[in-house]
């Protein structure tokens, strides 16, 4: 593995076919085209998949209304949906109230999907839910419920109504460094969380940082994130091109290294404003990825500067936060040395941006190209749907006023 990445700069010929493939299969939108289903997985060995059963829902023990907690089964009927916060590959997240208690949440609705959680090391004495239940940070977006239908999942999570961190950048459309480092930092932690428990994030892009009320940082997804259609495990090269790591790319094993490259990647667009091997088209991208030299603009100090190249090592194993020890020496990195990483756990520190709220269930810091939707269901395969689900579903397909629609999910 490690002789791939000897060299900086992997000249195209020798790219490996399989990579090649990839490169050819990545489509406009920059995600590849589905794996076929058969092809083996690049999940290492140890990694295991934990998969919720499909006939039973998920209730987090950290929910406090003994009446909720103790209910039978979840269900899509004790939501009300609100308004559409933003879209996925996989699917949509609703803003929808829980009708028992009235607290707001964020529901994702991800059709003809499995729920896996990808778990490194984690064995087998781990129960599915122990670990859903351990993904508990205060920077981590909690995982309330989850509960399926025959082709639909639904993750009902923390509503983080401060809206994804990037729409807070300033119009110079970067951060400052102080502002950078605050929500690196954050994010950083909600990382060791998970690595802690052996989960390898594998999806860290804007998109999924998101804000509190308060203004700290809400990591989405936690791991849930690999999602696998109709099935079909072998999603591995499903992602954001900018963001994605070079062993994934060449479809290599992969371990908690990948979220190291993702962060650098991430740290990168803070401070400037663009990610580093962006280029014209998708394929462009990923060959950047492999081959092109990180350069790094004048006014990056030097301090973040030498963070980021320790971080965006194209070879994993020499990568900063490669290691027992990665996670304190990237936490003990100079870049970081303002942070008092106890204060930050604590949530003491005060963030520097405060999202405006006056009402939550307005969703004011989100895209009005979404909140302003009308939310429709669309049309689903019913081929193996039992007659009371076809019904129920019938319902949904109609496209109703927003007022229409509430009393269409309350009946
Ligand atoms: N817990 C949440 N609270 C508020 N908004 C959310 C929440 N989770 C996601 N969103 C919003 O919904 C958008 C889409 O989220 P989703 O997780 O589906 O996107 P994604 O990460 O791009 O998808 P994928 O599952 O393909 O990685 C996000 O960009 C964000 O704006």
């Not at 950290?62 to 103790?70: E, I």
């Not at 939310?375 to 496209?399: C, G, H, R, T």
Request: charged share 25%; aromatic share 10%; hydrophobic share 35%.
């Amino acid at each position: 593995m490690s002789a791939l990445f000897e060299f900086d700069d992997l000249p195209s010929n020798q790219i490996p076919t399989s990579t090649k493939t990839i490169l050819d299969d990545i489509n406009e939108s920059g995600y590849s085209s589905e794996v076929d289903a058969a092809e083996p997985t690049q999940i290492p060995l140890d990694e295991r998949l934990y998969e919720v059963p499909l006939e039973e829902s998920f209730i987090s023990s950290s929910l406090s209304t003994p009446a909720t907690k103790n209910s039978r089964k979840v269900s899509l009927d004790d939501f009300e949906i609100l308004k559409l916060l933003g879209r996925g590959a996989y699917g949509k997240v609703m803003l929808c109230r829980h009708k028992e208690s009235g607290i707001l949440y964020a529901m994702k609705v991800l059709k003809k999907a499995s729920l896996f959680v990808h778990s490194k090391n984690a064995e087998h004495t781990k129960a599915e839910r122990q670990i859903l239940e351990e993904v508990q940070n205060p920077f981590i977006v909690q995982l309330f419920y989850a509960f399926q239908t025959n082709d639909r999942l639904y993750l009902i999570l923390e509503y983080a109504t401060g809206g994804e961190l990037f729409t807070h950048m300033a119009s110079e459309h970067m951060f400052t460094e102080d502002v950078a480092r605050f929500y690196l930092a954050e994010l950083l932690l909600a990382l060791e969380h998970l690595h802690a428990l052996g989960i390898v994030y594998r999806d860290l892009k804007p998109e999924n940082c998101l804000l509190d009320g308060s203004g700290h940082a809400l990591l989405t997804d936690f791991g849930l994130s690999k999602v696998s259609i109709e099935g079909s495990r072998a999603n591995t090269v499903c992602g954001t091109a900018e963001y994605m790591a070079p062993e994934i790319l060449l479809e290599m094993s992969y371990d908690k290294g990948v979220d190291y490259w993702t962060f650098g990647i991430l740290m990168y667009e803070m401070l400037t404003g663009y990610t580093p091997f962006r280029c014209g088209n998708k394929k462009k991208t990923l060959d950047a990825i492999l081959k092109k030299k990180l350069q790094i603009p004048y006014y990056v100090s030097s301090d973040a500067k030498d963070l980021l190249i320790r971080l965006l090592r194209k070879n994993p194993n020499v990568r900063l936060g490669h290691g027992e020890d990665g996670m304190e020496k990237l936490k003990n990195h100079r870049f970081f040395r303002k942070i008092d990483w106890n204060e930050l756990k604590s949530r003491s520190s005060s963030p520097p941006i405060q999202p405006i709220v006056t009402d939550p269930s307005l969703a004011e810091n989100f895209d009005k190209e979404f909140t302003s939707e009308i939310i429709k269901e669309s049309p689903i395969d019913s081929a193996n749907l039992d007659a009371k689900m076809q019904e129920y579903f019938l319902n949904f397909s109609y496209v109703a006023q927003p007022d229409h629609l509430l009393s269409a999910f309350e009946k």
